[in-house]
Protein backbone atom coordinates (compact mmCIF):
# COMPACT_ATOMS: atom_id res chain seq x y z
CA UNK A 1 0.00 0.00 0.00
CA UNK A 2 1.36 3.66 -0.84
CA UNK A 3 1.07 5.56 2.13
CA UNK A 4 -0.31 9.06 2.30
CA UNK A 5 3.47 10.81 2.20
CA UNK A 6 4.48 9.56 -0.98
CA UNK A 7 0.91 9.60 -2.75
CA UNK A 8 0.98 13.06 -1.77
CA UNK A 9 3.75 13.88 -3.38
CA UNK A 10 2.25 14.29 -6.63
CA UNK A 11 2.25 17.86 -7.99
CA UNK A 12 -0.75 18.24 -10.61
CA UNK A 13 -3.59 15.99 -8.91
CA UNK A 14 -4.18 16.83 -5.09
CA UNK A 15 -3.39 14.97 -2.14
CA UNK A 16 -3.98 11.60 -0.77
CA UNK A 17 -6.18 9.80 -2.87
CA UNK A 18 -9.31 8.03 -1.86
CA UNK A 19 -11.94 5.26 -1.84
CA UNK A 20 -14.73 5.41 -4.12
CA UNK A 21 -17.49 2.83 -5.74
CA UNK A 22 -17.40 1.21 -9.29
CA UNK A 23 -19.90 4.07 -10.65
CA UNK A 24 -16.60 6.56 -11.37
CA UNK A 25 -15.22 3.08 -13.61
CA UNK A 26 -17.93 2.85 -16.73
CA UNK A 27 -17.33 2.18 -20.07
CA UNK A 28 -18.28 5.74 -21.38
CA UNK A 29 -15.66 7.15 -19.54
CA UNK A 30 -12.97 4.52 -20.42
CA UNK A 31 -13.83 5.15 -24.08
CA UNK A 32 -12.92 8.85 -23.99
CA UNK A 33 -9.64 9.31 -26.60
CA UNK A 34 -6.62 10.37 -24.90
CA UNK A 35 -5.73 13.92 -25.41
CA UNK A 36 -2.69 15.62 -26.95
CA UNK A 37 -0.34 16.06 -23.81
CA UNK A 38 0.78 19.54 -23.39
CA UNK A 39 4.12 20.65 -21.53
CA UNK A 40 3.03 23.89 -19.42
CA UNK A 41 4.91 26.81 -18.58
CA UNK A 42 6.18 27.51 -15.06
CA UNK A 43 2.80 27.92 -13.33
CA UNK A 44 4.57 30.26 -10.73
CA UNK A 45 7.02 32.34 -13.01
CA UNK A 46 3.57 33.23 -14.81
CA UNK A 47 1.45 34.15 -12.01
CA UNK A 48 4.31 36.21 -10.94
CA UNK A 49 4.39 37.51 -14.12
CA UNK A 50 0.66 38.47 -14.16
CA UNK A 51 0.42 40.04 -10.68
CA UNK A 52 2.98 42.65 -11.40
CA UNK A 53 0.48 43.76 -14.12
CA UNK A 54 -2.66 43.01 -12.05
CA UNK A 55 -1.69 42.98 -8.29
CA UNK A 56 -5.46 42.99 -7.48
CA UNK A 57 -6.40 39.79 -9.19
CA UNK A 58 -7.80 37.65 -6.91
CA UNK A 59 -7.87 34.43 -9.19
CA UNK A 60 -4.30 34.35 -9.89
CA UNK A 61 -3.49 35.16 -6.23
CA UNK A 62 -5.19 31.82 -5.56
CA UNK A 63 -3.28 30.09 -8.53
CA UNK A 64 0.07 31.11 -7.22
CA UNK A 65 -0.57 29.71 -3.82
CA UNK A 66 -1.65 26.59 -5.29
CA UNK A 67 1.57 26.52 -7.69
CA UNK A 68 3.14 26.84 -4.64
CA UNK A 69 1.93 23.76 -2.80
CA UNK A 70 2.27 22.09 -5.80
CA UNK A 71 5.98 22.92 -6.41
CA UNK A 72 6.38 21.76 -2.77
CA UNK A 73 5.05 18.43 -2.94
CA UNK A 74 7.65 17.88 -6.33
CA UNK A 75 10.43 18.75 -4.55
CA UNK A 76 9.58 17.40 -0.78
CA UNK A 77 10.69 21.68 0.59
CA UNK A 78 8.54 22.75 2.68
CA UNK A 79 9.75 26.37 2.41
CA UNK A 80 7.06 26.44 -0.70
CA UNK A 81 4.51 26.48 2.33
CA UNK A 82 4.60 30.16 3.90
CA UNK A 83 4.91 31.08 0.28
CA UNK A 84 1.40 29.53 -0.56
CA UNK A 85 -0.07 30.96 2.65
CA UNK A 86 1.30 34.25 2.02
CA UNK A 87 -0.75 34.03 -1.51
CA UNK A 88 -3.44 32.63 -0.72
CA UNK A 89 -4.18 34.68 1.87
CA UNK A 90 -3.56 37.54 -0.24
CA UNK A 91 -6.19 36.56 -1.96
CA UNK A 92 -9.09 36.39 0.50
CA UNK A 93 -7.26 40.03 1.43
CA UNK A 94 -8.18 41.10 -2.44
CA UNK A 95 -11.13 39.02 -2.11
CA UNK A 96 -12.76 38.31 1.13
CA UNK A 97 -16.14 36.66 0.19
CA UNK A 98 -17.10 34.64 -2.32
CA UNK A 99 -13.70 33.21 -2.95
CA UNK A 100 -13.38 29.76 -3.95
CA UNK A 101 -10.61 28.97 -5.33
CA UNK A 102 -8.32 30.71 -2.19
CA UNK A 103 -10.57 28.29 -0.01
CA UNK A 104 -9.47 25.60 -1.71
CA UNK A 105 -5.90 26.10 -2.04
CA UNK A 106 -5.76 26.76 2.05
CA UNK A 107 -7.37 23.13 2.09
CA UNK A 108 -4.64 21.56 -0.26
CA UNK A 109 -2.04 23.44 1.68
CA UNK A 110 -3.80 22.11 5.24
CA UNK A 111 -3.67 18.59 3.64
CA UNK A 112 -0.22 19.20 2.47
CA UNK A 113 0.89 20.15 5.40
CA UNK A 114 -1.06 16.62 7.31
CA UNK A 115 -3.54 19.22 8.78
CA UNK A 116 -6.36 17.10 7.57
CA UNK A 117 -9.15 18.59 10.25
CA UNK A 118 -8.16 22.19 8.81
CA UNK A 119 -8.23 20.89 5.26
CA UNK A 120 -11.71 18.97 5.69
CA UNK A 121 -12.61 22.49 6.81
CA UNK A 122 -11.61 24.85 4.03
CA UNK A 123 -12.77 22.78 1.75
CA UNK A 124 -16.02 22.61 3.00
CA UNK A 125 -15.73 26.46 3.15
CA UNK A 126 -14.99 26.51 -0.61
CA UNK A 127 -18.07 23.87 -1.66
CA UNK A 128 -20.26 26.47 0.43
CA UNK A 129 -19.28 29.08 -1.88
CA UNK A 130 -19.30 27.07 -5.37
CA UNK A 131 -20.49 23.43 -4.50
CA UNK A 132 -20.05 22.78 -8.05
CA UNK A 133 -15.76 22.77 -7.32
CA UNK A 134 -14.57 19.32 -8.34
CA UNK A 135 -11.07 19.85 -6.40
CA UNK A 136 -12.80 21.28 -3.87
CA UNK A 137 -14.28 18.42 -3.35
CA UNK A 138 -11.09 16.76 -3.81
CA UNK A 139 -10.34 18.02 -0.94
CA UNK A 140 -12.70 16.99 1.25
CA UNK A 141 -12.72 13.60 0.20
CA UNK A 142 -9.14 13.18 0.93
CA UNK A 143 -9.29 15.10 4.18
CA UNK A 144 -12.31 12.72 5.34
CA UNK A 145 -10.50 9.78 4.31
CA UNK A 146 -7.13 10.53 6.10
CA UNK A 147 -9.04 11.01 9.21
CA UNK A 148 -11.01 7.64 8.63
CA UNK A 149 -14.47 9.16 7.83
CA UNK A 150 -14.75 5.97 4.59
CA UNK A 151 -18.33 6.03 4.03
CA UNK A 152 -18.55 10.01 4.06
CA UNK A 153 -15.14 10.02 1.58
CA UNK A 154 -16.93 7.73 -0.85
CA UNK A 155 -20.33 10.22 -1.23
CA UNK A 156 -17.67 12.86 -1.85
CA UNK A 157 -15.73 11.03 -4.11
CA UNK A 158 -18.44 10.51 -6.37
CA UNK A 159 -20.03 13.66 -6.25
CA UNK A 160 -16.47 14.79 -7.71
CA UNK A 161 -16.07 12.28 -10.54
CA UNK A 162 -19.79 13.47 -11.49
CA UNK A 163 -18.82 16.47 -11.74
CA UNK A 164 -15.20 16.09 -13.45
CA UNK A 165 -14.41 12.70 -14.82
CA UNK A 166 -10.71 13.23 -15.12
CA UNK A 167 -7.25 11.87 -14.61
CA UNK A 168 -7.45 13.38 -10.51
CA UNK A 169 -11.13 10.89 -10.00
CA UNK A 170 -9.66 8.42 -11.82
CA UNK A 171 -6.53 8.31 -10.00
CA UNK A 172 -8.86 8.50 -6.93
CA UNK A 173 -11.03 5.64 -8.05
CA UNK A 174 -7.53 3.77 -8.60
CA UNK A 175 -7.11 4.02 -4.96
CA UNK A 176 -10.26 3.04 -4.23
CA UNK A 177 -9.76 -0.44 -5.16
CA UNK A 178 -6.09 -0.78 -4.09
CA UNK A 179 -7.66 -0.07 -0.65
CA UNK A 180 -9.80 -2.68 -0.77
CA UNK A 181 -7.92 -4.96 -2.19
CA UNK A 182 -8.59 -4.73 -6.20
CA UNK A 183 -5.90 -4.77 -7.68
CA UNK A 184 -7.22 -5.29 -11.02
CA UNK A 185 -9.64 -2.76 -10.75
CA UNK A 186 -7.50 -0.09 -9.40
CA UNK A 187 -4.64 -1.14 -12.10
CA UNK A 188 -7.61 -0.26 -14.79
CA UNK A 189 -8.67 2.66 -13.17
CA UNK A 190 -5.11 4.28 -13.32
CA UNK A 191 -4.81 3.02 -17.31
CA UNK A 192 -8.14 5.38 -17.44
CA UNK A 193 -5.73 8.29 -15.58
CA UNK A 194 -3.06 7.59 -18.20
CA UNK A 195 -5.53 8.02 -20.90
CA UNK A 196 -7.35 10.87 -19.95
CA UNK A 197 -4.14 12.67 -18.97
CA UNK A 198 -3.85 16.21 -20.51
CA UNK A 199 -0.55 17.37 -19.89
CA UNK A 200 2.68 15.60 -19.33
CA UNK A 201 2.83 15.82 -15.62
CA UNK A 202 -0.79 13.90 -15.86
CA UNK A 203 0.78 11.51 -17.68
CA UNK A 204 3.78 11.11 -15.92
CA UNK A 205 1.87 10.77 -12.44
CA UNK A 206 -0.39 8.43 -13.72
CA UNK A 207 2.80 5.98 -15.45
CA UNK A 208 4.39 6.09 -11.80
CA UNK A 209 1.98 4.55 -9.81
CA UNK A 210 0.95 2.68 -12.48
CA UNK A 211 4.18 1.18 -11.56
CA UNK A 212 3.94 1.38 -8.24
CA UNK A 213 0.59 -1.05 -8.64
CA UNK A 214 2.60 -3.36 -10.46
CA UNK A 215 5.38 -3.54 -8.26
CA UNK A 216 2.88 -3.88 -4.97
CA UNK A 217 1.85 -6.69 -7.07
CA UNK A 218 5.69 -8.22 -7.31
CA UNK A 219 5.82 -7.52 -11.32
CA UNK A 220 8.99 -6.11 -11.76
CA UNK A 221 8.72 -6.51 -15.48
CA UNK A 222 5.57 -4.24 -15.69
CA UNK A 223 6.63 -1.71 -12.98
CA UNK A 224 10.21 -1.06 -14.84
CA UNK A 225 8.66 -0.36 -18.10
CA UNK A 226 5.75 2.15 -16.59
CA UNK A 227 9.01 3.87 -14.34
CA UNK A 228 10.87 3.98 -17.52
CA UNK A 229 8.08 5.65 -20.09
CA UNK A 230 7.12 8.01 -17.02
CA UNK A 231 10.49 9.06 -16.94
CA UNK A 232 10.90 9.57 -20.97
CA UNK A 233 8.14 11.87 -20.27
CA UNK A 234 9.34 13.84 -16.91
CA UNK A 235 13.24 12.55 -16.60
CA UNK A 236 13.44 14.56 -13.11
CA UNK A 237 9.92 13.03 -11.58
CA UNK A 238 11.69 11.96 -7.93
CA UNK A 239 9.03 9.19 -7.45
CA UNK A 240 9.63 7.71 -10.86
CA UNK A 241 13.38 7.53 -10.24
CA UNK A 242 13.01 5.96 -6.78
CA UNK A 243 10.59 3.57 -8.24
CA UNK A 244 12.74 2.62 -10.47
CA UNK A 245 15.86 2.33 -7.89
CA UNK A 246 13.53 0.03 -5.68
CA UNK A 247 13.07 -2.23 -9.12
CA UNK A 248 16.91 -2.42 -9.52
CA UNK A 249 17.36 -3.16 -6.83
CA UNK A 250 15.06 -6.36 -6.87
CA UNK A 251 16.01 -7.57 -9.48
CA UNK A 252 19.98 -7.47 -7.80
CA UNK A 253 21.54 -4.32 -9.61
CA UNK A 254 22.33 -2.86 -5.93
CA UNK A 255 25.02 -0.51 -7.04
CA UNK A 256 23.22 1.18 -9.66
CA UNK A 257 20.06 1.47 -7.62
CA UNK A 258 21.97 3.09 -4.74
CA UNK A 259 23.41 5.80 -6.88
CA UNK A 260 19.78 6.90 -8.35
CA UNK A 261 18.68 6.75 -4.77
CA UNK A 262 22.07 9.23 -4.11
CA UNK A 263 21.40 11.23 -6.79
CA UNK A 264 17.44 11.89 -6.19
CA UNK A 265 18.19 12.44 -2.14
CA UNK A 266 20.99 14.90 -3.44
CA UNK A 267 18.13 17.10 -4.44
CA UNK A 268 14.70 16.25 -3.08
CA UNK A 269 15.38 16.26 0.49
CA UNK A 270 12.30 14.10 1.34
CA UNK A 271 12.46 11.98 5.05
CA UNK A 272 10.93 9.38 4.02
CA UNK A 273 13.92 8.63 1.23
CA UNK A 274 16.69 9.20 3.52
CA UNK A 275 15.15 6.46 5.61
CA UNK A 276 14.09 4.09 2.49
CA UNK A 277 17.89 4.62 1.77
CA UNK A 278 19.53 4.05 5.09
CA UNK A 279 17.60 1.06 4.46
CA UNK A 280 19.00 0.13 1.34
CA UNK A 281 22.74 0.83 2.71
CA UNK A 282 22.20 -0.79 6.20
CA UNK A 283 21.06 -4.00 4.13
CA UNK A 284 23.83 -4.45 1.73
CA UNK A 285 26.97 -3.86 4.40
CA UNK A 286 26.77 -0.18 4.47
CA UNK A 287 25.79 0.98 8.06
CA UNK A 288 27.67 3.49 8.97
CA UNK A 289 26.54 5.31 5.47
CA UNK A 290 22.71 4.03 6.44
CA UNK A 291 22.79 5.39 9.82
CA UNK A 292 23.57 9.10 8.07
CA UNK A 293 20.41 8.40 6.29
CA UNK A 294 18.41 7.49 9.13
CA UNK A 295 19.87 10.90 11.32
CA UNK A 296 19.15 13.02 7.87
CA UNK A 297 15.47 11.31 7.91
CA UNK A 298 15.07 11.69 11.79
CA UNK A 299 16.10 15.21 11.68
CA UNK A 300 13.66 16.66 8.98
CA UNK A 301 10.42 14.44 10.66
CA UNK A 302 9.78 17.28 13.36
CA UNK A 303 6.93 18.27 13.98
CA UNK A 304 3.44 16.47 13.61
CA UNK A 305 3.81 12.86 13.01
CA UNK A 306 2.99 11.05 10.36
CA UNK A 307 2.38 7.36 9.44
CA UNK A 308 5.69 6.91 7.49
CA UNK A 309 7.44 8.78 10.37
CA UNK A 310 6.12 7.20 13.02
CA UNK A 311 6.79 3.52 10.99
CA UNK A 312 10.58 4.74 11.51
CA UNK A 313 10.59 5.68 14.68
CA UNK A 314 9.26 2.03 15.41
CA UNK A 315 12.04 0.14 13.12
CA UNK A 316 14.55 2.46 14.88
CA UNK A 317 12.77 1.47 18.65
CA UNK A 318 12.89 5.42 19.57
CA UNK A 319 11.08 5.52 23.02
CA UNK A 320 8.55 8.04 21.14
CA UNK A 321 7.09 5.97 19.21
CA UNK A 322 4.24 4.55 21.07
CA UNK A 323 3.36 8.14 22.29
CA UNK A 324 3.93 9.71 18.39
CA UNK A 325 1.83 6.70 16.82
CA UNK A 326 -0.98 7.83 19.65
CA UNK A 327 -1.33 11.33 18.87
CA UNK A 328 -1.39 10.55 15.14
CA UNK A 329 -4.61 7.82 15.59
CA UNK A 330 -6.06 10.58 17.42
CA UNK A 331 -5.85 12.98 15.07
CA UNK A 332 -6.66 10.88 11.92
CA UNK A 333 -7.68 7.53 12.52
CA UNK A 334 -7.68 5.75 9.01
CA UNK A 335 -6.01 2.38 8.41
CA UNK A 336 -2.54 4.01 7.78
CA UNK A 337 -2.61 5.37 11.17
CA UNK A 338 -4.11 2.34 12.60
CA UNK A 339 -1.15 0.02 11.18
CA UNK A 340 1.70 2.74 12.35
CA UNK A 341 -0.03 2.51 15.62
CA UNK A 342 -0.41 -1.84 15.80
CA UNK A 343 3.43 -1.59 14.55
CA UNK A 344 4.56 1.41 17.50
CA UNK A 345 3.16 -0.93 19.91
CA UNK A 346 4.59 -4.09 18.53
CA UNK A 347 8.21 -2.53 18.84
CA UNK A 348 7.41 -1.60 22.31
CA UNK A 349 6.63 -4.96 23.21
CA UNK A 350 2.94 -5.05 23.61
CA UNK A 351 1.65 -7.28 21.10
CA UNK A 352 -1.53 -8.01 22.14
CA UNK A 353 -2.42 -4.34 22.21
CA UNK A 354 -0.98 -4.40 19.00
CA UNK A 355 -2.88 -6.90 17.16
CA UNK A 356 -6.73 -5.00 17.28
CA UNK A 357 -5.11 -2.63 15.54
CA UNK A 358 -3.08 -4.43 13.04
CA UNK A 359 -6.35 -5.97 12.47
CA UNK A 360 -8.15 -2.53 12.00
CA UNK A 361 -5.40 -1.15 9.34
CA UNK A 362 -7.24 -4.57 7.26
CA UNK A 363 -10.66 -3.94 7.48
CA UNK A 364 -11.21 -2.73 4.19
CA UNK A 365 -9.46 -5.52 2.43
CA UNK A 366 -6.38 -3.97 1.18
CA UNK A 367 -3.70 -6.29 -0.38
CA UNK A 368 -0.43 -4.98 0.93
CA UNK A 369 2.52 -7.58 1.87
CA UNK A 370 3.90 -4.74 4.87
CA UNK A 371 0.35 -4.85 6.66
CA UNK A 372 0.34 -8.34 6.28
CA UNK A 373 3.94 -8.41 7.86
CA UNK A 374 3.34 -6.33 10.62
CA UNK A 375 0.09 -8.64 11.04
CA UNK A 376 2.38 -11.60 10.43
CA UNK A 377 5.02 -10.39 13.48
CA UNK A 378 2.66 -9.90 15.65
CA UNK A 379 0.74 -12.86 15.68
CA UNK A 380 4.39 -14.25 16.20
CA UNK A 381 5.21 -12.81 19.11
CA UNK A 382 1.87 -13.32 20.73
CA UNK A 383 2.58 -17.13 19.79
CA UNK A 384 0.05 -17.92 17.30
CA UNK A 385 2.22 -19.38 14.63
CA UNK A 386 -0.60 -20.86 12.34
CA UNK A 387 -1.84 -17.43 12.10
CA UNK A 388 1.65 -16.15 11.83
CA UNK A 389 2.26 -18.42 9.19
CA UNK A 390 -0.74 -17.33 7.10
CA UNK A 391 0.02 -13.62 7.11
CA UNK A 392 3.37 -13.99 6.06
CA UNK A 393 3.11 -16.25 3.59
CA UNK A 394 0.25 -13.56 2.35
CA UNK A 395 2.85 -10.84 2.25
CA UNK A 396 5.69 -12.26 1.04
CA UNK A 397 3.21 -13.81 -2.12
CA UNK A 398 1.47 -10.18 -2.45
CA UNK A 399 4.99 -9.11 -3.03
CA UNK A 400 8.49 -10.67 -2.25
CA UNK A 401 10.23 -7.62 -2.46
CA UNK A 402 8.19 -5.52 -0.27
CA UNK A 403 10.76 -3.76 1.92
CA UNK A 404 14.79 -4.12 1.71
CA UNK A 405 14.38 -4.16 5.66
CA UNK A 406 12.05 -6.73 6.63
CA UNK A 407 11.43 -8.69 3.56
CA UNK A 408 14.39 -11.24 5.17
CA UNK A 409 12.94 -10.85 8.26
CA UNK A 410 9.65 -12.33 6.70
CA UNK A 411 11.70 -15.03 5.30
CA UNK A 412 13.61 -16.03 8.15
CA UNK A 413 10.75 -16.07 10.41
CA UNK A 414 8.58 -17.55 8.36
CA UNK A 415 10.97 -20.61 7.60
CA UNK A 416 11.16 -20.77 11.58
CA UNK A 417 7.57 -21.37 11.68
CA UNK A 418 7.86 -24.11 9.12
CA UNK A 419 6.80 -22.21 6.36
CA UNK A 420 7.72 -22.24 2.58
CA UNK A 421 10.39 -19.51 2.31
Given at each position: ????A?????????????????????????????????????????????????????????????????????????????????????????????N?????????????????????????????????????????????????????????????????????????????????????????????A????????????????????????????????????????????????????????A???T????????A???????????????????A??????G??????????????????????????????????????Y???????????L?????????????????????????????L?????????????????????????????????????????????L????
Amino acid sequence: MRQVAKYSAVAALGVALVVVTGALLTPRDADRAAPVLAVPADPIAAAQLRLEQLPGDWTTWAELGMAYVQRARVTANPADYPLAQRALEKSLEVRPKENAAALTGLGALAAARHDFPTALKQGQAALAVDPYRASAFGVVADALTEIGRYPEAFDTVQRMADLRPDTASFARASYTWELRGDLARATDAMQRALTAAGSLADAAFARYHLGELAYSAGDLDTAAMHFTEGLRLDPAYPPLRIGQARVRIARGDTATGISEYRAVIATVPSPAYAAEFGDVLTANGQGTAGSRQYALARAAWTGSPEPESVLFAADQREPGAVQAARTLYARQPGIAAADALAWALRSAGKPAEALPKADEALRLGTRSALLHYHRGMILFDLDRRDEARASLTTALRLNPHFSVRHAATARTTLAALGGAQ
